[in-house]
């Protein structure tokens, strides 16, 4: 769905990449990607803010970065370091999760019920639980959330949440992939559910890791079908927001508040584009701190 790009080299500012060009005459086309981590300030939707950012002043220099929690009807994600079978074992758990991410410890195998086991398998590198009676392995992928930024009327639309993560916070309508759909089809599937909105038109505009909580976030842009919306179960409230009175200092994620401000510098830059970055969560802050980030390895094109 998405393009692949490929690493050509590095420079002292950051990654030379490639990507396929869009036209007919084919080849292909050069962007620099920092690796150095963007470091954002406070943001608050006052009047002044929003008159700084009239000035275009880019989102990449004014925010602080967020620490973004679990997503939509998802389990709140546990931030401290999983446990494991023994004190060694813990050790070893805690080390991997600095580097890769939580691991939540699965006590009991779900093929046969046996109890588990906690090492790195031969061959790998990486803490797994092991089955103690049938020996398969249990691996822990990311979760993939898949949504929709809608236009309409120079708008965005956008949910209060009615469930907890995030209670009475605004999100866009969004939630986890489901198996046997593709990512365009659960972000349909999500906004239906959550907005009662029929959307088309969508195009990929931004994709966001998150590897200490195990997510990664697709986000298209839709069109209403027909201007007709309402609140889902899992909302309290559907409301069609101007860009300058998006209520950020309410967003539910940081994953949001992200992409909500990606895509108002793209409008006021006058084309949209295709967005990656990976959010790298500030240690020891709250989960709904949301400004709690830097924003890593940002790519635009």
């Known amino acids: 769905m998405l393009r ?3 690493n050509l080299g590095c420079s002292s500012s950051g ?3 490639w990507k396929p060009r869009t036209s007919t005459s084919g080849g292909f086309s050069f962007i620099s990607v920092s690796t150095r981590p963007f470091s954002y300030s406070s943001f608050s939707s006052s009047s002044s803010t929003r008159a700084a950012r009239t000035n275009n002043c880019s989102f990449l220099h004014e925010f602080s970065a967020c620490k973004t929690p679990s997503f939509r009807r998802f389990r709140a994600c546990s931030e401290s370091n ?5 004190a060694s074992s813990s050790a070893s758990v805690a080390s991997q999760s600095s580097s890769f991410g939580n691991v939540r410890k699965i006590s009991f195998c779900q093929w046969c019920g046996g109890t588990t086991k906690h090492e790195i398998p031969s061959g790998e590198e990486k803490m797994r639980a092991i089955c103690t009676v049938c020996g398969k392995i249990a691996y822990q992928n990311p979760k993939m ?3 929709c930024l809608i236009e309409h009327d120079n708008k965005v639309l956008l949910c209060k949440r009615k469930i907890q993560p995030s209670y009475g ?8 992939m489901e198996i046997g759909e593709s990512a365009a089809e659960g972000a349909i599937r999500e906004t239906w559910e959550e907005a009662n909105a029929e959307v088309e038109g969508l195009s990929p505009f931004a ?4 590897p200490l909580i195990g ?11 027909k201007p007709q919306f309402s609140p889902g179960p899992e909302s309290s409230e559907c409301q069609l927001f101007a860009l300058n009175d998006i209520p950020f200092n309410s967003l539910a994620f940081s994953s949001m508040f992200v992409t909500l401000n990606l895509y108002i510098e793209d409008v006021k830059a006058g084309r949209p584009k295709f967005h990656y970055g990976t959010i790298k969560k500030r ?13 890593d390895y940002h790519l635009q094109s």
């Not at 986000?219 to 209403?224: C, E, P, R, S, T």
């Not at 701190?289 to 830097?294: E, G, H, L, P």
Request: charged share 10%; net charge neutral; no cysteine.
């Open 4 to 6: 692949a790009i490929q």
């Open 15 to 17: 990654w030379l990449l």
């Open 82 to 86: 999983p446990d494991a079978a023994s």
């Open 145 to 147: 959330v898949v949504g």
């Open 169 to 176: 916070l605004w999100t866009l309508p969004a939630g986890y």
């Open 207 to 210: 994709q966001l890791d998150i």
């Open 215 to 225: 997510q990664t976030y697709i986000i298209f842009l839709a069109k209403l079908k």
């Open 283 to 295: 240690p020891g802050t709250s989960p709904s701190d949301i400004r709690a980030f830097t924003l």
